[in-house]
């Protein structure tokens, strides 16, 4: 497997709260995707960093990617009940297939 | 502009028949994949398209699995003789060769008895 976590894990937090979530990569790629999944419905792209990047910023969201480490994180600053989904990870492994891992589900309550 | 659109939303099986998905992926999209999501894990690909042409379906379980993409526009995945370890999420995105970002549809739940 590429990836260091193997099953889908579970965080619940209180509206208001940041959160973080973190996955590990165990070959190179050239950017990490980041997706995140309602119910019922496919998953869609909240924020991609690439290789060059150490950090990116949309709205609430914040990427950070390590690549000596391979790892990246994905922060959620004031939480809110529409951040409930799931999030997963993909990467690219340099070619243009994505690569997902197996995700992190989120619940915010009121 | 319309978004990946899926047919059928959900199938029901008994082992053995066989059943077909549907995708129309985004207009000038030249990229069409095909993902299997189990319940609680993350989605994996079986295999993709550049226009008609398969690129990788080394992950499609060959003897069961098959797809197609006849004019590099819509895209079917058949599933002969299905199985209960078939039962998953069957979802398609399409995209822009070289553009990183993967546009989803929203899935066909399979549930095979």
């Known amino acids: 497997s590429q990836w260091g976590e193997e099953n889908l894990q579970a965080l619940s937090i209180q509206e208001g709260e940041d959160v973080t979530m973190n996955c590990s990569y165990k070959t190179y790629t050239t950017v990490v995707h980041w997706y995140r999944q309602d119910s019922g419905r496919g998953p869609a792209l909240i924020i991609l960093?690439?290789?060059?990047?150490r950090e990116k910023r949309s709205g609430r969201l914040r990427a950070t990617l390590d690549t000596s480490s391979q790892s990246s994180s994905l922060s959620i600053t004031a939480a809110q009940c529409e951040d409930t989904a799931v999030y997963f990870c993909?990467?690219?492994?340099?070619?243009?297939?994505?690569?997902f891992g197996t995700g992190t589900r989120l619940q915010v309550s009121p | 502009e319309a978004g990946v659109t899926q047919s059928p939303r959900y199938a029901v099986l008994q082992e053995g028949q066989a059943v077909s998905f549907w995708c129309d992926p985004i207009s000038g999209h030249d990229t069409l994949y095909w993902y299997q999501q189990p319940r609680d894990q993350g989605p994996q690909l079986l295999v993709y398209?550049?226009?008609?042409?398969?690129?990788?379906n080394s992950q499609l379980p060959s003897d069961r699995f098959s797809a197609v993409r006849p004019k590099g526009t819509n895209s079917t995945l058949k599933i002969q003789s299905a199985k209960q370890g078939d039962t998953a999420t069957y979802l398609c995105?399409?995209?822009?060769?070289?553009?990183?970002?993967?546009?989803f549809g929203p899935g066909t739940r399979l549930t095979v008895l």
């Open positions: 398209f550049r226009d008609e042409a398969v690129i990788d």
């Open positions: 993909a990467t690219d492994a340099n070619t243009d297939k994505v690569v």
């Open positions: 960093i690439r290789s060059n990047e």
């Open positions: 995105a399409s995209s822009f060769y070289n553009y990183a970002e993967q546009f």
